[in-house]
């Protein structure tokens, strides 16, 4: 990702309706939702949710697929990726201690889940 990648992303993210519906889509990976259905969730009214997804579309946040009848959208988490990585990309001058906190505090939410004896739970 380069700074101009980067500062359409924060534009789009600097407004809070495209944010709530980004963190919305994050939560509902990796099915996606419908634009019907993001509108409900969010009380946004649908052609005011239409520009907010166009913009999240071309910063390449989200993406959309057509599915019988429905547009799903989906968070793009490889752009998100991309953006955190461009954030602490140089990150610590070589001292990787310094940045282990921010690290610990991604990593739990993509941590598989595990049973009492420490394995992977299967079936989930």
């Known amino acids: 990702m380069d700074t101009i990648e980067a500062l359409g992303a924060f534009a789009a993210f600097s407004q809070g309706t495209r944010l709530e519906v980004f963190r919305l889509l994050v939560a509902h990976e990796p099915e ?11 009380g946004v009214p649908h052609n005011t949710l239409s520009s907010h997804l166009a913009v999240l579309t071309r910063a390449g946040l989200i993406g959309a697929e057509r599915h019988s009848r429905s547009i799903i959208y989906r968070a793009q988490l490889d752009a998100v990726r991309a953006l955190a990585g461009f954030l602490i990309k140089d990150c610590c001058g070589g001292r990787p201690e310094i940045c282990a906190p921010l690290v ?21």
């Open 104 to 124: 610990a505090e991604l990593a739990p939410c993509c941590l598989p889940e595990t049973t009492a004896a420490g394995g992977p739970v299967h079936g989930k």
């Open 32 to 42: 996606g939702l419908a634009a019907g259905d993001i509108a409900r969730d969010l």
